[in-house]
């Protein structure tokens, strides 16, 4: 079963998978948010026009490995979808969030992770600028790559006039794999926008 997480939560992954676990993968999904216009998508369409279809949304999920020093090693986005050592693949742009389920998929082999590296923030932005006022639906979660048990969820209400957001992060402690879903708003059209509101979270 699932964890759903709060805000600020922090929890182990391994004990949540209730064993070690190395191959993850991070999901995310949206949907574009139904006006009270429109239930089929036209007066969003009009307004808030994307590029693929006129009625849809890019959000770009993004990983941004990070060293004790909160020095980042790497990132791993739209433009660069596996980290140099190979540890981490991103499965590639989806420039609409139609369709069921995880809509950006991000693979992390975490056994693979070099040592230096004791945290990865994950983002989300919305590269075609319109605010998460026009999302709903959006979640981001964990599932154990080896059986395809999803470990952990955190549903992401937040909508409001943010273009980005600050998701989780995963990270060593102790020895093993921690969670923390951070759920902060940003605003930014790529992860670069946002190093100066992710480094605190590193």
Same mark, same amino acid.
């Given at each position: 079963?699932?964890?759903?997480?709060?805000?600020?939560?922090?929890?182990s992954?391994?004990? @949540?998978a209730?064993?070690d676990?190395?191959?993850?993968?991070l999901?995310?999904?949206w !949907?574009?948010a139904?006006?009270?216009q429109?239930?089929?998508?036209?007066?969003?369409?009009?307004?808030?026009?994307?590029?693929?279809?006129?009625?849809?949304?890019d959000?770009d999920?993004?990983?941004?490995?990070?060293?004790?020093?909160?020095q980042?090693? !790497?990132?791993?986005?739209?433009?660069?979808?596996?980290?140099?050592d190979?540890s981490?693949?991103?499965?590639?742009d989806?420039?609409?969030?139609?369709?069921?389920?995880?809509? @950006?998929?991000?693979?992390?082999?975490?056994?693979?992770?070099?040592?230096?590296?004791?945290?990865?923030?994950f983002?989300?932005?919305?590269?075609t600028?319109?605010?998460?006022?026009?999302?709903?639906?959006?979640?981001?979660?964990?599932?154990?790559?080896?059986?395809?048990?999803?470990?952990?969820? +955190?549903?992401?209400?937040?909508?409001?006039g943010?273009?980005?957001?600050?998701?989780?992060k995963? +990270?060593?402690?102790n020895n093993?794999?921690?969670?923390?879903?951070?759920?902060?708003?940003?605003?930014?059209?790529?992860?670069?926008?946002?190093?100066?509101?992710?480094?605190?979270?590193?």
């Open positions: 079963m699932a964890v759903s997480l709060q805000k600020g939560q922090k929890i992954l391994s004990k @949540e209730g064993g676990l190395t191959q993850v993968k999901g995310l999904g !949907d574009v139904q006006g009270p429109d239930k089929k998508g036209g007066f969003l369409g009009k307004l808030f026009g994307g590029g693929s279809g006129g009625d849809s949304i959000l999920a993004s990983c941004i490995m990070f060293d004790n020093n909160k980042a090693i !790497d990132a791993i986005w739209f433009s660069q979808l596996k980290s140099k190979g981490i693949v991103h499965t590639g989806n420039r609409t969030g139609d369709g069921d389920g995880d809509d @950006e998929v991000i693979n992390v082999d975490l056994s693979r992770i070099p040592a230096n590296v004791v945290s990865l923030v983002t989300v932005n919305s590269f600028g319109q605010t998460f006022e026009t999302v709903e639906n959006a979640f981001c979660r964990i599932v154990n790559a080896n059986n395809n048990q999803e470990v952990a969820r +955190y549903n992401l209400s937040a909508q409001g943010h273009t980005a957001m600050i998701m989780a995963v +990270y060593r402690h093993e794999w921690k969670m923390h879903a951070i759920g902060e708003t940003a605003s930014g059209r790529t992860f670069h926008d946002l190093m100066p509101a992710i480094t605190p979270h590193a």
